[in-house]
């Protein structure tokens, strides 16, 4: 008898998320039987509804904001990802309990591997903004071999405390860190001489948004790449086109790591080409 799947999405909000439109056209194009449903789910119901899920017969489910870091302690077992990220966006069902993944890293690089075919390897990079997709990133670009790693936060606390982080899991690090005061003209100077910037800050999910950075903190030669993908060319990575730099926008990102974690819950590879084009359809009208 054909498998059957259900996977689902916990959140809160969650009716804005594009996963189950790009999961289903992945689903068609391989011809499996299968859903994808949205939760939104409070932070206190989570443990519940982890449970409801299991014994309802889920396969998977993916998890975002705000229950990546609650959900680690709740988890039967965590992947090395997960540990080493300190969160979880991927949870597989397994007879003993969930185990707990986390594939935003590995979306990451794997669009940067396919879109420009780059890695962070002996790069100078630039993170900006030390949120939870900055911590996440420059954590793996860290490990990938990045030869300087600089951090830059609004609040420098965040990016001291990312880059503590990154010191403990990572000690053989430690020479390449540097975190930025919270200066512009830092960030400009620092951002010219970066190899790769990533911009992980909320900055241009609104189209009337304000750069990050303005073209004069880019350069030609250099890769930026924004994990905003709202729009096809975001305010950030309009300047940096402006200065002869190359952009990505954040699109690639979000199908690889949905594509990873369905491999996690079927041992299946996804059809990315099928729910990228999904997702640029619903997003960019194309």
């Known amino acids: 008898m054909t498998k059957s799947y259900r996977f689902g999405l916990f959140g809160h909000p969650v009716k804005h998320s594009l996963s189950p439109v790009m999961h289903a056209a992945s689903f068609r194009a391989l011809g499996l039987e299968a859903e994808y449903l949205c939760f939104d789910v409070p932070p206190a119901d989570l443990a519940e509804q982890l449970d409801a899920r299991r014994r309802e017969g889920f396969d998977g489910l993916n998890l975002t904001i705000p229950h990546k870091e609650a959900a680690v302690s709740l988890m039967e077992r965590l992947d090395e990802s997960a540990r080493l990220f300190g969160a979880v ?120 948004d304000a750069p990050l950075l303005t073209a004069a903190a880019f350069r030609p030669g250099q890769l930026v790449y924004d994990i905003v993908y709202t729009s096809r060319v975001t305010p950030t990575m309009r300047s940096a086109l402006e200065a002869g730099a190359d952009a990505l926008n954040g699109a690639g990102m979000l199908v690889h790591q949905g594509a990873a974690a369905f491999t996690i819950w079927t041992g299946l590879a996804a059809d990315t080409s099928a729910m990228r084009a999904a997702l640029e359809a619903r997003i960019y009208g194309v």
């Not at 986390?102 to 993170?127: E, H, M, Y």
């Not at 996440?136 to 830059?152: F, N």
């Not at 899991?169 to 990533?198: G, I, K, M, S």
């Open 89 to 208: 966006n991927t949870v597989r069902f397994e007879p003993r309990g969930p185990v707990g993944f986390n594939t935003d890293a590995a979306g990451f690089l794997a669009d940067l591997a396919q879109s420009r075919g780059v890695t962070p390897a002996g790069r100078r990079v630039l993170i900006l903004g030390c949120g939870g997709a900055g911590r996440a990133l420059a954590i793996a670009c860290a490990r990938e071999g990045a030869t300087e790693l600089l951090l830059a936060n609004r609040t420098v606390s965040k990016a001291e405390r990312v880059a503590g982080d990154i010191r403990r899991l990572l000690p053989e690090t430690t020479d390449l860190l540097r975190v930025l005061p919270n200066e512009l003209a830092v960030w400009t100077r620092h951002c010219r001489e970066a190899d790769l910037v990533v911009q992980c800050t909320s900055a241009g999910l609104h189209a009337a």
